[in-house]
């Protein structure tokens, strides 16, 4: 089994920064993409970045935010930079793994973590 946690969420005001964490524990034999998205309130979860071969990001979040990711600490960052009202929602990291047990491949998700943007 295996389990994502995140940190690093929490509120603050326009123009500020803020860094998310996610760890992933567990039986794990590979990694192939880790990454990042995002539900606001009513609304669809959406990609925010993600990086497996290449990098990717949301056009919405290009330029401000970082994505980072460490496969010797199986963590996955994102450095959100010049905050927005529009980003505040709930984080959710993700992975897709290889378990070392089975030698299947999975999706797995953090529970997740909000980010409010408010002055």
């Known amino acids: 089994q295996v389990h994502m946690v995140e940190s690093g969420g929490g509120l603050v005001q326009p123009g500020e920064s803020l860094r998310l964490s996610c760890v992933a524990s567990?039986?794990?034999?590979?990694?192939?993409?880790m990454g990042w998205y995002r539900q606001a309130p009513g609304k669809d979860r959406e990609l925010v970045a993600q990086?497996?071969?290449?990098?990717t990001y949301a056009d919405s979040v290009k330029g401000r935010f970082t994505v980072s990711r460490d496969d010797a600490q199986r963590t996955v960052s994102l450095q959100m930079n010049n905050l927005k009202p529009e980003d505040t929602a709930v984080y959710f990291c993700?992975?897709?793994?290889?378990?070392?047990?089975?030698?299947?491949?999975?999706?797995?998700w953090g529970q997740g973590t909000l980010v409010t943007v408010s002055s």
């Open positions: 567990g039986s794990i034999r590979s990694i192939y993409r």
């Open positions: 993700n992975g897709n793994f290889q378990s070392a047990d089975s030698g299947l491949w999975g999706v797995y």
């Open positions: 990086v497996d071969e290449t990098t």
